[in-house]
């Protein structure tokens, strides 16, 4: 009798024969079955290992004996594994497709104007940028960031790039400045060589003249040339003449010139021309609608102090007579020609001044009589006819309506005199006066006393 065994397990049978019986058993084990080995696609240079995924001994088509193998070739691979002497086998297909080729470079710096084509062809292939566009390439012309993915198969590739674009050298709009002015050209971007237009290697330069000026600018990765145009305009031309001296009375026009300009003067006027009959700085600023020109004028008008018309010498033995102030050129009536002169007589003196072109003539009286115009009279006299103080009188300079009067203790007169330069000779009625005190009274008038008496009295000792 048979039995068919489909499953693993421990199988048994009893056999009789007559009385006779005898039994026996099996463990019957099934080999497990070898795991199907996938079929793959692989992306070089990628690689791919296959496992036998069981116990076993091995024979791979590729000679290898181990249970798994690398890969990296398309190909059929085929494992024969044998177990407890089952023999297995499966195949595996491998497909190795070469994956995409991208490579756009290093991150870079584009000159103003430039543009950079990155191309990521792959035949076959198709493309994701970055912003969703699905072309084989991509024209660059602004600062950013760029990427691509580019799919083959089962096989994607993605690289990208770094964009930035050199600031563009401007050096600005075409400039007109005024003659005189201050002005500087520089370069707004920083170099590693300047050259300009007039022979200048620095980053600035300081242009005097009207003129094209261009600058060549080098950079680490550009080479960039700008130009500006500078006009150097005229500066209007405002002349008001010399300073000048006015005489009293008269007057001057001062004109700025230029037609047509605005006009801003010192005193408020606004018109080409001012009158001007007042001493001042006069400044006016002229501006043609581009350029303002100014000047500046002194106007003096010549003014003279009037002299008091008289001084008194009175008291003194001189006398300072000074001319008009402010004047420059000076002459007297006693041909000095200084600002002021020194005088020691009475009289009636002139001075001529003068203030540039002007000129006033006015005249001053000195008046009175020089020195001390009073009468001196000794405290005593010894008439002893020695020629030494034998008389009594007075003393003094220009003295008029002279009267001298000598009394005795008793108040009787004992001399009289009208003329100042006759004194007592010390006798009464012919007879000499005896020792003793006397009193005097004296009268008089000077230049200085403006007609008015003056009077004396005191006493004299006369000594014999």
Request: hydrophobic content about 35%; proline content about 5%; some cysteine.
């Amino acid at each position: 009798a048979q039995f068919n065994v489909s499953a693993a397990g421990v199988y048994g049978t009893t056999v009789a024969y007559g009385r006779c019986s005898a039994t026996d058993t099996i463990q019957v084990d099934y080999v497990p079955l070898l795991p199907q080995l996938p079929d793959s696609n692989l992306c070089a240079p990628n690689t791919l290992t296959l496992n036998a995924g069981m116990a076993g001994s091995y024979v791979w088509s590729t000679g290898s004996t181990a249970a798994a193998v690398v890969v990296s070739q398309s190909g059929q691979y085929v494992l024969t594994v044998t177990t407890a002497g089952c023999i297995q086998r499966d195949t595996a297909s491998v497909n190795v497709q070469a994956a995409p080729v991208v490579d756009f470079g290093g991150d870079t710096v584009l000159c103003p104007g430039a543009s950079l084509q990155l191309d990521a062809s792959n035949a076959g292939a198709t493309y994701l940028w970055q912003d969703g566009s699905s072309a084989p390439s991509f024209l660059v012309n602004a600062s950013g960031l760029y990427w691509v993915n580019v799919a083959f198969g089962t096989c994607t590739e993605q690289d990208s790039v770094q964009v930035v674009y050199e600031p563009l050298l401007e050096l600005g709009p075409d400039t007109s400045i005024c003659e005189g002015a201050a002005y500087t050209l520089s370069s707004p971007l920083p170099g590693l060589a300047y050259n300009w237009s007039d022979g200048s290697t620095s980053a600035s330069i300081s242009p005097a003249l009207s003129g094209t000026y261009a600058l060549t600018l080098t950079t680490q990765f550009c080479v960039q040339r700008d130009s500006l145009e500078l006009t150097i305009l005229p500066v209007p031309e405002v002349d008001l003449g010399p300073d000048s001296v006015l005489c009293e009375g008269e007057s001057i026009t001062l004109d700025a010139g230029n037609p047509g300009s605005a006009y801003t003067w010192s005193n408020g006027s606004a018109t080409q021309q001012v009158l001007v009959e007042l001493s001042g700085n006069y400044i006016v600023e002229v501006n043609d609608g581009f350029c303002t020109g100014s000047d500046t004028v002194l106007i003096t008008v010549a003014e003279f102090d009037n002299l008091q018309s008289s001084i008194s010498i009175c008291n003194e033995f001189e006398v300072i007579l000074e001319a008009q102030k402010g004047g420059s050129t000076f002459l007297w009536s006693t041909g000095a020609t200084s600002a002021s002169i020194t005088v020691q007589d009475t009289g009636v003196y002139w001075v001529e001044t003068k203030i540039g072109r002007c000129s006033v003539r006015d005249t001053v009286a000195v008046e009175g009589a020089p020195g001390f115009s009073q009468v001196y009279l000794p405290r005593a006299f010894t008439p002893n006819r020695d020629g030494k103080n034998d008389q009594f009188f007075g003393l003094g300079e220009r003295l008029e309506d002279y009267s001298l009067r000598v009394y005795n203790r008793w108040g009787q007169e004992v001399f009289q005199t009208s003329e100042s330069m006759l004194g007592w000779d010390g006798t009464y009625d012919g007879m000499e006066a005896p020792t003793g005190m006397y009193v005097y009274k004296v009268v008089y008038k000077t230049p200085c006393s403006q007609n008015r008496p003056s009077e004396k009295m005191g006493t004299v000792m006369l000594i014999r």
